[in-house]
């Protein structure tokens, strides 16, 4: 009989348990209040499936990766200080009919001894509940989390410093467009997501590029760094090169600027670096027109 059960109970453990990843609006929500407040919110998870659907929903915290990535989640018996602790939930599950969406409301009562700053925590939405998955050990394939950003208010804190700002490797480059990098560490106590701009000038001051510095509104949480990548090194043919090359029209050295604002007060980041442009391939093909040119004349002046 044991035997058996532990049979079972290993083929139980390496069944995954087939579910459909929710989807939830917003993804992140953003909210405020002062201490001793307690704030009223909800979150709408969506069922796209043609039968009724029943949600399980959790709380994690989370905090983030330099690599910008993605949120790293901390099992909640792990660590349910901060906002983790402070989300009530009405319910633990929710029922969504086919092809509709069902609300989720909860509350968020700040405690009124807290220190002002930014204090993270997620939502979780799945199909099976946390202590089944705890009690047969099974894999879970899809679970779904809205982002809750709380900020308390008070003497609140926005303050970004520029680590570095990089072009891709190459000091000699064929691309104006490539791939540009730069880290930022926020050394304040709230979350702030920087706008702005990388524009390349040549020798003159002509812009001869444009390029949005944070295209995904990426945040950064306090005492963390984050990489923002903008552009790309995808690998282009010759063709499409010498094609993006004659649009631009440029020669010799380049700088790219980046300039950033951030926060309600709109503080600003600058930074340059340099490199050479060096556009080959359309070089080349001036150099066979001017070639194709010179043996037609050639042709025609021994006829002559």
């Known amino acids: 009989m044991k035997f058996r059960l532990l049979i079972s109970s290993i083929i139980l453990a390496l069944i995954p348990i087939s579910v459909g990843a929710a989807s939830v609006v917003p993804s992140v929500l953003e909210i405020s209040g002062a201490r001793g407040d307690v704030l009223h919110e909800k979150i709408t998870v969506i069922n796209t499936r043609d039968i009724e659907q029943t949600y399980y929903l959790g709380v994690l915290k989370f905090e983030p990766q330099e690599n910008g990535e993605g949120p790293k989640f901390i099992p909640f018996?792990?660590?349910?200080?901060?906002?983790?602790?402070?989300?009530?939930?009405?319910?633990?599950?929710?029922?969504?009919?086919?092809?509709?969406?069902?609300?989720?409301?909860?509350?968020?009562?700040?405690?009124?001894?807290?220190?002002?700053?930014?204090?993270?925590a997620a939502l979780t939405v799945s199909q099976s509940p946390s202590e089944l998955v705890a009690d047969n050990g099974a894999m879970v394939e899809a679970k779904t989390a809205a982002l809750i950003l709380l900020t308390v208010e008070g003497d609140t804190r926005e303050k970004?410093?520029?680590?570095?700002?990089?072009?891709?490797?190459?000091?000699?480059?064929?691309?104006?467009?490539?791939?540009?990098?730069?880290?930022l560490q926020n050394q304040g106590n709230v979350h702030v997501s920087p706008k702005g701009i990388i524009q390349v000038k040549d020798i003159f001051?002509?812009?001869?590029a444009k390029l949005d510095a944070n295209p995904?509104?990426?945040?950064?949480?306090?005492?963390?760094?984050?990489?923002?990548?903008?552009g790309s090194e995808e690998t282009k043919n010759y063709y499409q090169s010498a094609k993006d090359q004659m649009k631009v029209l440029a020669f010799g050295p380049m700088t790219a600027e980046l300039l950033l604002k951030y926060g309600q007060s709109e503080q600003t980041i600058t930074s340059s670096v340099s490199f050479w442009y060096f556009p080959w391939q359309i070089m080349s093909l001036d150099v066979l027109l001017i070639l194709v040119i010179l043996f037609i004349y050639s042709l025609a002046h021994r006829r002559k």
């Open 77 to 120: 018996e792990d660590d349910n200080s901060g906002l983790a602790q402070w989300i009530q939930l009405f319910s633990t599950e929710v029922r969504v009919p086919a092809n509709t969406k069902g609300e989720i409301p909860f509350d968020v009562s700040i405690p009124s001894d807290v220190l002002s700053g930014g204090y993270y």
């Open 160 to 183: 970004l410093s520029l680590l570095d700002f990089r072009k891709d490797s190459a000091r000699l480059s064929s691309r104006i467009d490539g791939k540009y990098d730069f880290r």
């Open 205 to 208: 001051g002509r812009i001869v």
């Open 216 to 230: 995904s509104l990426g945040r950064v949480l306090p005492n963390s760094t984050r990489t923002y990548v903008v």
